[in-house]
């Protein structure tokens, strides 16, 4: 080989591995650069999670707790469900119970709105519905299609205050709920 084409050989070899050089100088960059956004986004959920004491209404209703707006519910809640991750965030959705007596949060009347066609699906609502409702005159069964079991809180002009899923809810936790959250009809 002639020595101008052994120079121009080698100087392609260089060339070539500068390029190489360079190219895994660029992906050790922007592969650190993506581990340390990964790090960063991993930190901030982290202090998300740990720091966040109350949840949005957004996620506490995502969660089913949009009625259990009491933190004394939540002890309640607790006694019957032993996930302690569950009852943390039921906390993390509750307010403080007031020293007052009469400011414990009562309904006037509900809707159980649930989908016919998913009762199968829910036996205890099921049981409620057959054996337990007429206890609850104000208490009225609401077929939508589509629906999940949930209860819509009624305020004393029958407008909707709340609404709280009960997909995973036991017969007698729907029953305490309503003796708790429901007031009695008045006797004439």
């Known amino acids: 080989m002639s020595p101008a084409l052994s120079y121009f050989f080698s100087s392609l070899d260089l060339a070539e591995r500068e390029r190489e050089r360079e190219m895994k100088r660029r992906w050790l960059s922007s592969y650190g ?20 004491e109350q949840l949005s209404t957004r996620e506490c209703e995502n969660l089913g707790f949009s009625g ?14 032993k996930d302690k991750e569950l009852v943390s965030d039921c906390y993390k959705c509750c307010t403080e119970d007031s020293n007052d007596a009469t ?7 509900a ?19 057959e054996e337990e409702k007429d206890k609850f005159p104000t208490v009225k069964v609401q077929y939508v299609f589509n629906s999940p079991p949930k209860l819509i809180m009624l305020d004393h002009a029958g407008d909707q205050k709340e609404t709280i899923r009960i997909d995973n ?9 309503m003796r708790e959250k429901v007031k009695p009809v008045a006797a004439n």
Do not use: N
């Not at 650069?33 to 966040?52: C, D, Q």
């Not at 809707?111 to 519905?129: A, D, H, N, Q, T």
């Open 111 to 129: 809707i159980l709105e649930v989908c016919m066609r998913k009762l199968v699906f829910y036996p205890e609502v099921v049981g409620f519905i």
């Open 33 to 52: 650069v993506a581990a340390a956004v990964v790090v960063v986004v991993l930190l901030a959920a982290l202090s998300i999670g740990t720091s966040a």
């Open 68 to 81: 259990l707006a009491l933190c004394s519910d939540c002890k309640t809640f607790s006694e019957y469900v």
């Open 169 to 177: 809810w036991k017969r007698d936790h729907i029953l305490q709920f």
């Open 103 to 109: 400011a414990k949060v009562a309904y006037s009347g």
